[in-house]
């Protein structure tokens, strides 16, 4: 009996120190698990057309951004400011500035820390926030709140749905977007207690926060982001908002669907009303 005793202790030891390994990992590596950032050389230059250009955006501490302003050819409606997902750089986003363009929109988009020219890296929440705020503050001076459109993809909506909330913004189009990363970490790792999240990423409440209108569209066939994140972010959305779901759509390349082609059309006219 002693001896089943001991065995059965030194199990449940065993296993409680893994656990505490596991979550101390998941702790120390959040970063490593959300973010995944392809780097660029300094000289790479970023061109989405004639009309774009590369700045550089310094954040509170004194780190430079890598950020991209492609113009629009016409006489431009606004401004998009786009927030791209969890991996690549501003190489990537040349399609969706040239789509945007097409719709009369001067297009602006950001390289988080650490990701292609951008400086530094991603260490919190409030630092991650901070750093799109202030590209927000600084690009938007020349554009009236009307004239504003804030588009979020992926790991980029919770961002985008923060300065919507904060700034008040034309309209606000979330992409493919999560419910939170504490849902979403509830949902895969259920046994990671939620306090241990350094990035929450409430995309709910300030959704809920957002006076804005809003442009919330998912496909059904996303293996990335569940669909289900949308349509419970859905009830949360006003009664001029918008939620479409895109039968077939994965979590890739929305600007080449039809479905969301013409809605988008449709949101940012009633935007500009």
């Not at 040239?98 to 820390?113: E, H, I, V």
């Not at 890296?121 to 504003?148: A, L, N, P, R």
């Not at 479905?259 to 009633?270: D, E, K, P, Q, T």
Request: with cysteine; net charge neutral.
């Amino acid at each position: 009996m002693k001896k089943l005793k001991k065995t059965s202790i030194w199990i449940l030891s065993i296993s409680a120190s893994i656990y505490l390994i596991i979550c101390g990992y998941m702790y120390l590596a959040q970063e490593s698990l959300i973010f995944h950032p392809d780097q660029l050389s300094k000289s790479t230059t970023i061109s989405y057309g004639a009309k774009t250009e590369e700045l550089m955006i310094k954040t509170a501490d004194g780190k430079n951004l890598s950020c991209v302003i492609s113009k629009t050819d016409s006489t431009s409606k606004g401004l998009v400011f786009f927030l791209h997902g969890n991996a690549g750089n501003l190489t990537n986003q040349k399609e969706a500035a040239n789509f945007y363009n097409q719709l009369g929109y001067d297009f602006f988009t950001m390289d988080y820390r650490g990701f292609g020219k951008s400086e530094g890296e991603i260490t919190s929440e409030e630092q991650f926030f901070e750093d799109i705020e202030t590209t927000f503050d600084h690009v938007s001076k020349g554009y009236s709140k009307k004239e504003v459109i804030v588009i979020g993809y992926s790991v980029g909506t919770a961002p985008a749905a923060m300065i919507a909330s904060r700034k008040n913004p034309a309209g606000l189009v979330l992409i493919a977007p999560y419910y939170s990363l504490i849902n979403m970490t509830n949902r895969n790792y259920p046994y990671i207690p939620s306090f241990l999240l350094k990035y929450r990423f409430e995309t709910n409440e300030f959704v809920k926060k957002t006076k804005s209108p809003i442009f919330l569209v998912h496909g059904d066939n996303d293996d990335i982001l569940p669909f289900e994140g949308s349509k419970m972010l859905s009830n949360f959305l006003k009664k001029k908002d918008r939620f479409v779901p895109i039968q077939g759509q994965d979590h890739n390349n929305f600007e080449e669907n039809i479905v969301y082609r013409s809605n988008l059309v449709n949101f940012l006219s009633a935007c500009q009303q």
